[in-house]
């Protein structure tokens, strides 16, 4: 059981700290991939709780709005492809809360690196203790990223989830 809610405490963390002051991109440049739209319940299903669920919504032709976990501590999230180093990676940014939008100084930003099959999706968030403590503007986030690309412990763990049919 404490296994369970520390793997559940982690998973959440990783999903939605937003830790960086400036975007790892600006501009939203790669259309949606309707293929990541819907509901995702978060793997494995506890015996003991509702499991997570993660929607994920079409903005606009090329950013999303996220909302996970679904629930009293709902947190929203806009979200859109970036490439850095020649990948793509999927940016967030913290815009509310079940409580009402996000303040200015709340609107932080993190990267994740996600996997996807037909129903099937692997979320691994940034580890962002490899990148630097204190606040950075767009391209020292971008610098400290492309400095660190090919270290193995650039991303955390996978957060698993399956389609909801």
Request: net charge positive.
């Amino acid at each position: 059981m404490k296994k369970l809610l520390a793997a559940f405490a982690i998973s959440l963390t990783c999903l939605t700290s937003c830790v960086f002051d400036a975007p790892f991109a600006t501009k939203a440049e790669f259309p949606v991939d309707e293929a990541l739209l819907g509901i995702w319940q978060e793997l494995p299903s506890p015996a003991d709780r509702t499991p997570n669920r993660m929607l994920v919504m079409k903005n606009g032709a090329n950013d999303y709005v996220v909302h996970y976990p679904a629930g009293a501590d709902a947190m929203i999230f806009r979200a859109f492809k970036v490439e850095l180093g020649g990948k793509r990676y999927f940016q967030i940014q913290s815009i509310g809360s079940a409580k009402g939008p996000a303040k200015d100084d709340e609107r932080k930003y993190n990267l994740f690196l996600l996997e996807h099959g037909a129903d099937s999706l692997s979320i691994r968030a940034i580890n962002a203790k490899l990148l630097g403590n204190g606040p950075m503007k767009t391209e020292a986030v971008k610098a400290a990223f492309l400095k660190r690309q090919d270290d193995a412990n650039l991303f955390e763990s996978p957060v698993k989830f399956e389609r909801v049919k």
